[in-house]
């Protein structure tokens, strides 16, 4: 994943360790020690050893201009991943903070400094993930979780997804199937929860979904169900009335965590709808879809930071098994490298 990202930082790493490199260049300047001739052996080693140590202990301060043109690269680099903007400014700053006016001294690492300086800024953007597993143990079951999204993202596949990576950690999970109005996405439902082994309270079609999901917590209640999954019926920002049906449900449910669901690849699109989204109904934690197909990356380090919401799985494929909990410090693992 995040394949082109990847390499763009990979190049910026190696713009900005030149520059720095660069600047740490020996410079001779007036009182400099010039040239001796050569001195006998029990001397010349003795000088030797001192201008050795007086450049191995001299420091370089790093400065603006010199890292001028490194991160104008890093800037477009970042552009042209699908980074937002405000989230690119974010990164640029953050790295001109830790690196301008900092002191070097000539035999440190260049490539040691700036990967630790990129991966600062990124995990700075991109917050602390949300640990799904570790929510669901420390709060009083069950644990109501609502999903959230645009039609067509994969929001109905994704509960299927978490439902088995739930049942794989130990916990009894129930769906509420809230997508009332189609009948191929209550048809959809029942399919996922038969392969996965979950139970799914639905009513009929056209019902409202309101009282699904209120059937669906009474169940979990009663039986002793550790986590409701409550789906609903996809929707655009743009249609208010069907945003504020999402108002209406989370009233009457009272979730406990709700979850908004979107492409990886809808770069900054998905930026615009996520803020909507959480304007209107509000978020606790995103989730990707398609994480596979995002060559770029920028999508998931932009939503992150632009909504202030921390990512909680990155779907990677179709089958229940493709989806990842997501590790802000895996992630800058995968996009710096080996540095």
Known sequence: MFGGLRERLQAARARIGSSIQA?????????????LPAQSPASSVTFADKVKTFVIDRELIITDSELA?????????????????????????NVKRDLVGSHRRIGQSVDG??????????????????????????????????FTGVNGTGKTTTIAKVGAF?????????????????????EQINVHAERIGIRIIQHQQGADP??????????????????????????????????????????????DLIVYVDEAVAGNDAIVRAAEFDKTVGADAVILTKADMDS??????????????PLMFLGTGQAYDDIIPFSPSAMVEELLGDG
């Not at 600047?23 to 400099?32: C, F, V």
């Not at 043109?69 to 700053?93: F, K, R």
Request: glycine letters at 10%; hydrophobic letters at 45%.
């Open 23 to 35: 600047a740490a260049a020996p410079q001779k300047e007036p009182g400099d020690v010039p040239d």
């Open 69 to 93: 043109g490194a991160l104008s690269d890093l800037e477009i680099m970042l552009l042209e991943s699908d980074v937002a903007l405000p989230v690119t400014d974010a990164i640029i700053g």
């Open 113 to 146: 400094l700036v990967v630790t300086t990129l991966r600062e800024a990124l995990l700075d953007v991109l917050g602390t993930g949300f640990d799904l597993s570790e929510y669901i143990r420390s709060h009083e079951r069950p644990v109501k979780i609502l």
């Open 166 to 186: 739930l049942k794989k950690q130990g916990f009894s999970v129930v769906i509420g199937a809230g997508d009332t109005y189609r009948a191929g996405a209550m």
């Open 210 to 255: 309101s009282a699904v999901l209120f059937d669906a917590v009474k169940y979990a209640v009663s039986h002793k169900i550790d986590v409701v999954l409550a789906d609903t019926a996809g929707r655009f920002h743009t249609k208010a009335n069907l945003m504020n049906q999402l108002g209406k449900i989370r009233r009457v449910m009272n979730p």
């Open 296 to 309: 770029r990356g920028g999508a998931a380090i932009s939503i992150a930071h632009t909504i202030g919401k």
